[in-house]
């Protein structure tokens, strides 16, 4: 029904900068919440940042004031801009939505991306 996309991971040096985007597509009728999480080895996932429709957002306290969250509602996109990244940044970073789908409006749904990997080299 709904398919979450991710895009724009690799191989960054610390201090570097990557910007992931997430693009939602299908029987979308409303999206109330995209976020990132990530998921280091032998770790667990790990919310690192989230935005609702009206454009809060919130932050996992490791990645404030070096990560910006931000989302396109008409394109159904949410990216995140990631800076200054330490080695700890490295992750398999997931796209999350929680939306309503079409037929099933007053529902919602959670989705997850495929995951991109985001790998810092000290």
């Known amino acids: 029904q709904v398919q979450l996309v991710e895009s724009g991971g690799g191989l960054v040096q610390a201090g570097g900068s990557l910007r992931l985007s997430c693009a939602a597509s299908?029987?979308?009728?409303?999206?109330?919440?995209m976020g990132w999480y990530r998921q280091a080895p032998g770790k667990q996932r790990e919310l690192v940042a989230h935005i609702i429709s009206g454009g809060s957002t919130n932050y996992a306290d490791s990645v404030k004031g070096r990560f910006t969250i931000s989302r396109d509602n008409a394109k159904n996109t949410v990216y995140l801009q990631m800076s200054s990244l330490k080695p700890e940044d490295t992750a398999v970073y997931y796209c999350?939505?929680?939306?309503?789908?079409?037929?099933?409006?007053?529902?919602?749904?959670?989705?997850w991306g495929q995951g991109t990997q985001v790998t810092v080299s000290s």
């Open positions: 299908g029987s979308i009728f409303s999206i109330n919440d």
């Open positions: 999350h939505a929680i939306v309503e789908v079409e037929g099933r409006v007053g529902y919602t749904y959670q989705y």
